[in-house]
């Protein structure tokens, strides 16, 4: 929306072929990376972290300590995101997006080493939380970095479909881990709790690789170098990114962070509760729970860039805006399905819900956000907005969901309630942006 830098034309061939496919393929490894990660530790907490962390607990007290856990890693991702995007906007989008990898990696990698509490007691949930810190510093600056990247570089009436398929990505890496963590589910339990656990956190050390290859390798955005040849111009080299997004952009960092709710609470909903729902309240299968997820990601990766590129023909906020509509909406008979426990029903409403409603959310938002924030302080705006919302509702929702679902005894409704609310806001926060865009564009004539 405020994206001055876009409507320079002489960086707009700079902008095509090689440095496009660059962008898009560093940034979408690092995404797969990213939720590779948090899927892992999702799926991990419905299914063994409980047990093998936190043994002296009940069984539900167990899954609520594990999600806490989860949750964690929420509450430092504005930290990091604030610190490393302060990098990626005076110093460079590269180096920024290399040290997410890398704290990523380590963090996740280091997981899969973890003792567990019967070898060391008490040190072993500590331990779980330091790593779950270190991740979460890592990934506070990772989707809004990616973004950045491909926004910058992608070609006019294409900047949605290209953030788009970051979202796809996700799901991607969402797949990934569901895939293997199927795989080492089929283990005998006893095997599974010993060693078969660590196998997927120790996978992640192969991407992890082949991520930083790919970065190493990256070169500058034409629009951000541009922006800081005008910043240095004005004699801005001296101003501080982030004091700048604060002073000039305080509406779209309130708005901003409440358009990410109904996406985040629906995510992490979709990636992590509703497994952990199927499994323990429900009482489905261990595998039918996980190919449920496995097969209705795969669709919603599918059908995220078709609604990226639906955006980019319509706009992106009245894509945004149906996607919390309908989402807001649909999960009351989402959970009425599941409830059944029905295999094959619980896979068609899942996929409606990741076909429909988290693609539509997910594919309009990557440009939704990149055009709130000109590109000076692009990647500080985006982590603010995007890893604040994470800290207060993606991280939490696991955790809320599960409680809400106990004190409905196994009712589900208060879950979809929650979810509802989440949606409002994030409907009624893009109407305001759009107000706000109407005036800019007013005062602008």
């Given at each position: 929306?405020?994206?001055?830098?876009?409507?320079?034309?002489?960086?707009?061939?700079?902008?095509?072929?090689?440095?496009?496919?660059?962008?898009?393929?560093?940034?979408?490894?690092?995404?797969?990376?990213?939720?590779?990660?948090?899927?892992?530790?999702?799926?991990?907490?419905?299914?063994?972290?409980?047990?093998?962390?936190?043994?002296?607990?009940?069984?539900?007290?167990?899954?609520?300590?594990?999600?806490?856990?989860?949750?964690?890693?929420?509450?430092?991702?504005?930290?990091?995101?604030?610190?490393?995007?302060?990098?990626?906007?005076?110093?460079?989008?590269?180096?920024?997006?290399?040290?997410?990898?890398?704290?990523?990696?380590?963090?996740?990698?280091?997981?899969?080493?973890?003792?567990?509490?019967?070898?060391?007691?008490?040190?072993?949930?500590?331990?779980?939380?330091?790593?779950?810190?270190?991740?979460?510093?890592?990934?506070?600056?990772?989707?809004?970095?990616?973004?950045?990247?491909?926004?910058?570089?992608?070609?006019?009436?294409?900047?949605?479909?290209?953030?788009?398929?970051?979202?796809?990505?996700?799901?991607?890496?969402?797949?990934?881990?569901?895939?293997?963590?199927?795989?080492?589910?089929?283990?005998?339990?006893?095997?599974?709790?010993?060693?078969?656990?660590?196998?997927?956190?120790?996978?992640?050390?192969?991407?992890?690789?082949?991520?930083?290859?790919?970065?190493?390798?990256?070169?500058?955005?034409?629009?951000?170098?541009?922006?800081?040849?005008?910043?240095?111009?004005?004699?801005?080299?001296?101003?501080?990114?982030?004091?700048?997004?604060?002073?000039?952009?305080?509406?779209?960092?309130?708005?901003?962070?409440?358009?990410?709710?109904?996406?985040?609470?629906?995510?992490?909903?979709?990636?992590?509760?509703?497994?952990?729902?199927?499994?323990n309240t429900i009482h489905m299968p261990k595998t039918d729970g996980l190919v449920v997820v496995m097969i209705?990601?795969?669709?919603?990766?599918?059908?995220?860039?078709?609604?990226?590129?639906?955006?980019?023909?319509?706009?992106?906020?009245?894509?945004?805006?149906?996607?919390?509509?309908?989402?807001?909406?649909?999960?009351?008979?989402?959970?009425?399905?599941?409830?059944?426990?029905?295999?094959?029903?619980?896979?068609?409403?899942?996929?409606?819900?990741?076909?429909?409603?988290?693609?539509?959310?997910?594919?309009?938002?990557?440009?939704?956000?990149?055009?709130?924030?000109?590109?000076?302080?692009?990647?500080?705006?985006?982590?603010?907005?995007?890893?604040?919302?994470?800290?207060?509702?993606?991280?939490?929702?696991?955790?809320?969901?599960?409680?809400?679902?106990?004190?409905?005894?196994?009712?589900?409704?208060?879950?979809?309630?929650?979810?509802?609310?989440?949606?409002?806001?994030?409907?009624?926060?893009?109407?305001a942006l759009v107000q706000i865009q109407k005036k800019l564009t007013r005062h602008s004539y």
């Open positions: 929306m405020n994206s001055e830098e876009n409507l320079l034309p002489q960086y707009g061939a700079l902008k095509q072929g090689t440095g496009v496919r660059r962008a898009v393929i560093a940034s979408t490894v690092g995404t797969v990376i990213e939720w590779f990660d948090y899927a892992l530790y999702g799926s991990a907490s419905a299914l063994v972290i409980n047990k093998l962390f936190f043994p002296q607990l009940s069984s539900l007290a167990g899954v609520l300590a594990a999600f806490a856990t989860f949750a964690i890693g929420f509450f430092v991702r504005p930290i990091g995101g604030m610190l490393i995007a302060h990098i990626g906007d005076k110093y460079g989008r590269k180096p920024a997006l290399l040290l997410t990898i890398i704290l990523m990696g380590i963090a996740t990698v280091g997981m899969g080493l973890l003792p567990t509490y019967a070898q060391v007691g008490i040190l072993a949930p500590i331990l779980l939380v330091v790593t779950r810190v270190l991740q979460g510093f890592g990934a506070g600056a990772e989707y809004a970095g990616a973004v950045t990247l491909v926004a910058e570089y992608a070609p006019p009436g294409q900047q949605a479909k290209l953030t788009a398929i970051l979202q796809s990505a996700s799901l991607a890496g969402i797949l990934l881990s569901t895939i293997v963590f199927l795989a080492v589910a089929q283990l005998p339990e006893d095997i599974l709790l010993n060693w078969g656990w660590r196998i997927p956190f120790l996978f992640s050390i192969f991407l992890f690789v082949i991520a930083v290859y790919i970065r190493k390798h990256l070169e500058e955005t034409p629009e951000y170098n541009l922006a800081m040849e005008k910043a240095a111009k004005n004699k801005r080299e001296k101003q501080t990114p982030i004091k700048e997004l604060f002073k000039n952009s305080p509406k779209e960092i309130i708005f901003g962070f409440l358009s990410i709710t109904g996406h985040n609470a629906n995510a992490y909903l979709l990636g992590s509760f509703v497994l952990s729902y199927l499994t209705s990601t795969l669709v919603g990766a599918f059908m995220t860039p078709m609604a990226g590129k639906i955006a980019d023909r319509v706009g992106c906020a009245p894509v945004y805006a149906f996607g919390a509509v309908f989402t807001g909406i649909y999960v009351y008979p989402l959970f009425l399905i599941l409830e059944k426990g029905n295999l094959l029903f619980s896979i068609l409403a899942m996929s409606l819900a990741y076909g429909i409603g988290f693609a539509t959310l997910a594919g309009a938002q990557g440009a939704f956000l990149a055009n709130l924030f000109p590109t000076r302080y692009r990647f500080s705006g985006i982590a603010i907005t995007r890893e604040l919302n994470a800290m207060l509702i993606a991280g939490p929702t696991p955790f809320i969901a599960t409680a809400l679902v106990a004190a409905a005894d196994g009712s589900p409704f208060y879950v979809a309630g929650y979810l509802s609310l989440c949606c409002l806001a994030t409907l009624m926060a893009i109407y």
